[in-house]
């Protein structure tokens, strides 16, 4: 586990390699159920990010599929991604985290989180938005070698982006602004086989 602070421009915290070989292995086995068999869900579906134009239409800012895990298992321990998730709130971990700057305090105190299980393909996207919540986890996955370029996550009140690479994990606050680049598939890769970017969303709150 390679964890690192940054300072600006606001903080936030990168870990490459949280999940080790065997749990990773275990949560794409998740990955790859969800995918083929349909579980993820539309914009519409997942409660996303919304705005309305002058007739109240809603204009959804992403373009992508997802599905809230808790929604689909009643017993997280049944999920092998909630079940390794929890290495979020280990409390060595948040104790570190606390330990950089005094906003992940917070993270000792929330009593809820729900999970967020995303796809990107050819032409998905996610315009600036903020998550309702106190502070957001996001881990990046994908199958190697890399079959897209682009989905890289910026911080778009600094327009700074965060190197998108597989098995990192992002702590930041969850007011921030930020955004998702679109992806781009590499010529001749099948749609739905499961080789685009994928995110895990983890959003932690007081209830």
Not at 25 to 51: C, G, I, Y
Not at 69 to 76: H, Q, V
Not at 120 to 137: I, N, P, R
Request: aromatic fraction near 14%.
């Amino acid at each position: 586990m390679d964890f690192k602070y940054f300072e600006t421009p606001l903080p936030h915290i990168i870990i490459d390699d949280l999940f080790n070989e065997t749990e990773v292995k275990e949560m794409w086995l998740e990955l790859d159920f969800l995918t083929h068999t349909r579980k993820l869900l539309t914009p519409q579906a997942t409660a996303s990010a919304v705005e309305f134009d002058a007739t109240g239409a809603p204009i959804y800012k992403k373009k992508n599929l997802a599905l809230f895990l808790d929604s689909l298992y009643a017993n997280r321990d049944i999920s092998n991604i909630l079940h390794h998730t929890r290495k979020f709130y280990d409390p060595e971990l948040l104790k570190k985290c606390a330990s950089q700057h005094m906003i992940f305090n917070y993270l000792t105190t929330c009593n809820f989180d729900s999970t967020l299980v995303s796809y990107y393909e050819e032409g998905d996207h996610y315009d600036a938005h903020y998550d309702k919540c106190v502070m957001t986890f996001l881990t990046w996955l994908y199958k190697e070698p890399r079959q897209f370029t682009g989905g890289e996550l910026v911080l778009s009140d600094y327009d700074y982006p965060i190197e998108l690479r597989n098995n990192r994990t992002l702590i930041f606050p969850a007011f921030a602004n930020h955004s998702v680049n679109a992806v781009k598939m590499n010529e001749g890769v099948p749609s739905m086989a499961g080789f685009g970017r994928y995110v895990i969303s983890n959003f932690a709150l007081f209830r």
